[in-house]
């Protein structure tokens, strides 16, 4: 599966922003879809994954509450709605896919990865 991350840019604090996710292939369904952030000098970190068929989410303590993950696997594509935004958050976004469950969080449990797009958030 190939994918792509896009719908980043600059918002202020407090403010909202969705991701997307766009991926190929057809079998999108069979995917757990994970969300990574990297923030400027700082290591990459698991943000949240969703379940093949969206039933199941699991989100880093940092986000929960405040980002929501949603998939459509009928367009082949899955969402992070992200509110109540903070300049921590900001950082480059990736979204990643593995098979099988999705309380998985190092970066070496998702063998697909897109390329990232960029989210600043403003004080």
């Known amino acids: 599966v190939q994918l792509q991350a896009y719908g980043g840019g600059l918002v202020q604090a407090g403010g909202s922003l969705r991701l997307s996710c766009a991926a190929s292939?057809?079998?999108?369904?069979?995917?757990?879809i994970g969300w990574f952030r990297q923030a400027p000098g700082k290591e990459r970190e698991f943000v949240g994954s969703i379940s093949p068929t969206g039933g199941g989410t699991y989100y880093a303590r940092s986000v929960e509450g405040r980002f929501t993950m949603s998939r459509v696997n009928a367009k082949n594509t899955a969402y992070l709605q992200m509110n109540s935004l903070k300049p921590e958050d900001t950082a480059l976004y990736y979204c990643?896919?593995?098979?099988?469950?999705?309380?998985?969080?190092?970066?070496?449990?998702?063998?697909?990865w897109g390329q990232g797009t960029l989210v600043t958030v403003s004080s």
């Open positions: 292939g057809r079998t999108f369904s069979s995917y757990t």
């Open positions: 990643t896919a593995r098979l099988g469950g999705i309380y998985f969080s190092a970066l070496s449990d998702y063998p697909h």
